[in-house]
C-alpha cells in the first residue's frame, strides 16, 4: 500500500465540485453521509478487494466535506488490504484511522520481493497490536516458495493473543517441506466459524476448530495425515459444511473410527478423491440433507455401497449433486445403480454435467423398481430438447413423475417446446450447481470439477 499522495498534509486535490455550489450531499450531516458510504462500500466493492480498501481515498478527492467526513470515519478503513505495495508508513496510518473498528486482514504475495528478517519483524510489529481486532483474516500466496519463509513468520506471530470478533480465516498458499510440522494459530478465536486452509494452510496451520460450522480443505502438492484430519473432525462439533478439495489425505486406514456430527448439513467432495467411500464411512451425520461428488467415477461409491446395504449411510439425505463423470463413456447404469443403493431416498438430483448421448438411458431401471423413487426434482444444465424430454416422459411412464426443473438459463434459450414441458412440470430458470461453486476454492475454474461428456 502506497499512500504517499494521500497523506492529510497534502493540499486537497480539485475535485469535481469544487468552483460549484454547495450541493445537497454536502449538506447531509456526517452520520447520514458515513452511512451512505458504507452501503457503498458494501454493494460495489464485495469482492475486489484493492478497490474496496482505496474507496475511502476516492471519498476523499470529491470535497474537502467528503475527505473530512470520509477520512474521520473507522469503518470506511476496514478492509486492510496490504497486497500492492510494502509501504508500512501507509500502513500505520490506514490502521490508525481504523481507530477500534473491526477490520478485515488481507495479506496476498505475489510480485513483490520479500522482506528482510529485518523488515518481516518491523511489519509484525505494525500489525500484531491490531489482531484482536480482525473480523476476518485472508493470507493467500501466488508464488511457490518465494514468500513462504515470511507467511510462516507472519503467521506465527498469530498464535498467541485473543481473537474474539474472528470470524473467518483463510490461508492459501504453496506447501513447504513436510518436515515442518503443524502449528497451532488463532488458539483462542471462540467466535471462529469459518476455515479454509489449502496447501500451507491445509499442511501447517491448526486454527481452533471447535466453534467452526464451515470448513474448506484443499491440497496443493502435500496432502495431510489421516490422524490430523482425525483431529479436526473430533473438534468440529458445530461443523454445518464440509467441503474437501482432491486426494487431501496421504493414506486412508482399512480401519478408522465414525465421527458423530450432529449439526453436519452439507458434504461436498470436489475434484480427483480416491477416497470418497472412506471419507463418507468415517462420518455419521443422521440429518446430512446434501451431499456433492463432482466429478465421479464408477468406483467410489462401491465401498459405501457394500458396507451399508443393510441400512443407508445417511437416512434424512435428499439432495444429490452427482454423476458428472470424470472420464468420458464410464459412467452409466451401473453408476447410477450403485448412487441409487447408497442413498435411496434422494428428492433433488444435480447434475452438474452428463452423458448426452445416454442420458436417459442411464435411469433406465433393470428391474421394476425405479430408481430414486421419492425424485420429483432435477437440475441439469446444458441440456438439449430430446434428452430432457425424454426423461420426464420416461418418469411420467414409470409413475414417478417429476413436478420440479432447474434449467441454467443456456438450457433455457435452447428448449423450443416450453410450453408442453410447463404443463408437465414446474420449470424454474436457476442453476444450483453454480451457486455451490460461488464460495469455494475455484470458483473461477469449475470445470475441473466436471469431469468430461
Same mark, same amino acid.
Given at each position: 500500500?502506497?499512500?504517499?499522495?494521500?497523506?492529510?498534509?497534502?493540499?486537497?486535490?480539485?475535485?469535481?465540485?469544487?468552483g460549484?455550489?454547495?450541493?445537497?450531499?454536502?449538506?447531509?450531516?456526517?452520520?447520514l453521509?458515513?452511512?451512505?458510504?458504507?452501503?457503498?462500500?458494501?454493494?460495489?466493492?464485495?469482492?475486489?478487494?484493492?478497490?474496496?480498501?482505496?474507496?475511502?481515498?476516492?471519498?476523499?478527492?470529491?470535497?474537502?466535506?467528503?475527505?473530512?467526513?470520509?477520512?474521520?470515519?473507522?469503518?470506511?478503513?476496514?478492509?486492510?488490504?496490504?497486497?500492492?505495495?510494502?509501504?508500512?508508513?501507509?500502513?500505520?496510518?490506514?490502521l490508525?484511522?481504523?481507530?477500534?473498528?473491526?477490520?478485515?486482514?488481507?495479506?496476498?504475495?505475489?510480485?513483490?520481493?520479500?522482506?528482510?528478517?529485518?523488515?518481516?519483524s518491523?511489519?509484525?510489529?505494525?500489525?500484531?497490536?491490531?489482531?484482536?481486532?480482525?473480523?476476518?483474516?485472508?493470507?493467500?500466496?501466488?508464488?511457490?516458495?518465494?514468500?513462504?519463509?515470511?507467511?510462516?513468520?507472519?503467521?506465527?506471530?498469530?498464535?498467541?493473543?485473543?481473537?474474539?470478533?474472528?470470524?473467518?480465516?483463510?490461508?492459501?498458499?504453496f506447501?513447504?517441506?513436510?518436515?515442518?510440522?503443524?502449528?497451532?494459530?488463532?488458539a483462542?478465536?471462540?467466535?471462529?466459524?469459518?476455515?479454509?486452509?489449502?496447501?500451507?494452510?491445509?499442511?501447517?496451520?491448526?486454527?481452533?476448530?471447535?466453534?467452526?460450522?464451515?470448513?474448506?480443505l484443499?491440497?496443493?502438492?502435500?496432502?495431510?495425515?489421516?490422524?490430523?484430519?482425525?483431529?479436526?473432525?473430533?473438534?468440529?462439533?458445530?461443523?454445518?459444511?464440509?467441503?474437501?478439495?482432491?486426494?487431501?489425505?496421504?493414506?486412508?486406514?482399512?480401519?478408522?473410527d465414525?465421527y458423530?456430527?450432529?449439526?453436519?448439513?452439507?458434504?461436498?467432495i470436489?475434484?480427483?478423491?480416491l477416497?470418497?467411500?472412506?471419507?463418507?464411512?468415517?462420518?455419521?451425520?443422521?440429518?446430512?440433507?446434501?451431499?456433492?461428488?463432482?466429478?465421479?467415477? @464408477?468406483?467410489d461409491?462401491?465401498?459405501?455401497?457394500?458396507? &451399508?446395504?443393510?441400512? %443407508?449411510?445417511? =437416512?434424512? *439425505?435428499?439432495? +444429490?449433486?452427482?454423476?458428472?463423470?470424470?472420464?468420458?463413456?464410464?459412467?452409466?447404469?451401473?453408476?447410477?445403480?450403485?448412487?441409487?443403493?447408497?442413498?435411496?431416498?434422494?428428492?433433488?438430483?444435480?447434475?452438474?454435467?452428463?452423458? @448426452?448421448?445416454?442420458?436417459?438411458?442411464?435411469?433406465?431401471p &433393470?428391474?421394476?423398481? %425405479?430408481?430414486? =423413487?421419492? *425424485?420429483?426434482? +432435477?437440475?441439469?444444465?446444458?441440456?438439449?430438447?430430446?434428452s430432457?424430454?425424454?426423461?420426464?416422459?420416461?418418469?411420467?411412464?414409470?409413475?414417478v413423475?417429476?413436478?420440479?426443473?432447474?434449467?441454467?438459463?443456456?438450457?433455457?434459450?435452447?428448449?423450443?417446446?416450453?410450453?408442453?414441458?410447463?404443463?408437465?412440470?414446474?420449470?424454474?430458470?436457476?442453476?444450483?450447481?453454480?451457486?455451490?461453486?460461488?464460495?469455494?476454492?475455484?470458483?473461477?475454474?469449475?470445470?475441473?470439477?466436471?469431469?468430461?461428456?
Amino acid at each position: 500500500m502506497n499512500l504517499e499522495t494521500e497523506k492529510d498534509s497534502e493540499a486537497p486535490k480539485t475535485s469535481l465540485l469544487d468552483g460549484q455550489k454547495v450541493t445537497l450531499a454536502n449538506e447531509l450531516p456526517p452520520e447520514l453521509l458515513v452511512h451512505i458510504f458504507e452501503m457503498a462500500q458494501n454493494i460495489f466493492f464485495p469482492l475486489d478487494q484493492h478497490l474496496f480498501w482505496r474507496f475511502p481515498f476516492v471519498l476523499g478527492k470529491v470535497s474537502r466535506y467528503w475527505r473530512q467526513v470520509a477520512y474521520g470515519a473507522p469503518t470506511l478503513w476496514s478492509n486492510v488490504d496490504i497486497s500492492p505495495r510494502r509501504d508500512l508508513g501507509g500502513l500505520q496510518v490506514y490502521l490508525g484511522r481504523s481507530k477500534e473498528s473491526p477490520i478485515d486482514l488481507h495479506l496476498t504475495y505475489s510480485t513483490p520481493a520479500p522482506l528482510s528478517q529485518a523488515g518481516v519483524s518491523t511489519f509484525i510489529g505494525i500489525l500484531q497490536p491490531h489482531y484482536r481486532r480482525c473480523r476476518s483474516i485472508r493470507v493467500t500466496s501466488e508464488n511457490s516458495h518465494k514468500f513462504t519463509m515470511e507467511i510462516s513468520s507472519i503467521l506465527g506471530s498469530m498464535c498467541k493473543g485473543h481473537y474474539p470478533v474472528l470470524q473467518h480465516m483463510c490461508v492459501d498458499g504453496f506447501d513447504i517441506s513436510m518436515d515442518v510440522q503443524p502449528f497451532a494459530i488463532v488458539a483462542d478465536a471462540v467466535n471462529l466459524t469459518s476455515v479454509r486452509s489449502r496447501g500451507l494452510g491445509l499442511s501447517h496451520c491448526r486454527p481452533p476448530h471447535t466453534a467452526v460450522t464451515q470448513l474448506h480443505l484443499a491440497v496443493s502438492k502435500h496432502p495431510i495425515l489421516y490422524a490430523d484430519f482425525s483431529k479436526m473432525l473430533r473438534a468440529c462439533w458445530s461443523l454445518v459444511t464440509l467441503c474437501v478439495y482432491d486426494d487431501f489425505i496421504d493414506e486412508w486406514p482399512d480401519l478408522h473410527d465414525t465421527y458423530d456430527m450432529p449439526f453436519l448439513r452439507y458434504i461436498r467432495i470436489f475434484g480427483d478423491m480416491l477416497g470418497v467411500s472412506q471419507l463418507l464411512l468415517s462420518i455419521s451425520a443422521p440429518d446430512l440433507e446434501g451431499l456433492t461428488i463432482a466429478p465421479i467415477v @464408477k468406483n467410489d461409491l462401491i465401498k459405501l455401497e457394500r458396507e &451399508t446395504s443393510n441400512a %443407508p449411510r445417511f =437416512p434424512a *439425505l435428499k439432495s +444429490l449433486t452427482a454423476l458428472a463423470p470424470a472420464h468420458a463413456g464410464v459412467l452409466g447404469l451401473r453408476a447410477v445403480a450403485v448412487a441409487d443403493a447408497c442413498f435411496p431416498g434422494i428428492k433433488l438430483l444435480i447434475l452438474p454435467n452428463y452423458i @448426452k448421448l445416454s442420458f436417459a438411458e442411464s435411469f433406465k431401471p &433393470t428391474d421394476s423398481r %425405479p430408481f430414486w =423413487p421419492e *425424485l420429483d426434482g +432435477l437440475a441439469i444444465r446444458d441440456i438439449d430438447d430430446e434428452s430432457v424430454y425424454k426423461f420426464v416422459q420416461d418418469r411420467q411412464r414409470l409413475g414417478v413423475p417429476l413436478r420440479l426443473l432447474y434449467l441454467d438459463p443456456l438450457s433455457m434459450s435452447r428448449l423450443t417446446r416450453m410450453d408442453w414441458l410447463k404443463d408437465q412440470l414446474s420449470v424454474v430458470e436457476a442453476d444450483p450447481w453454480k451457486i455451490q461453486c460461488e464460495d469455494n476454492f475455484y470458483r473461477d475454474a469449475e470445470t475441473r470439477f466436471l469431469g468430461a461428456a
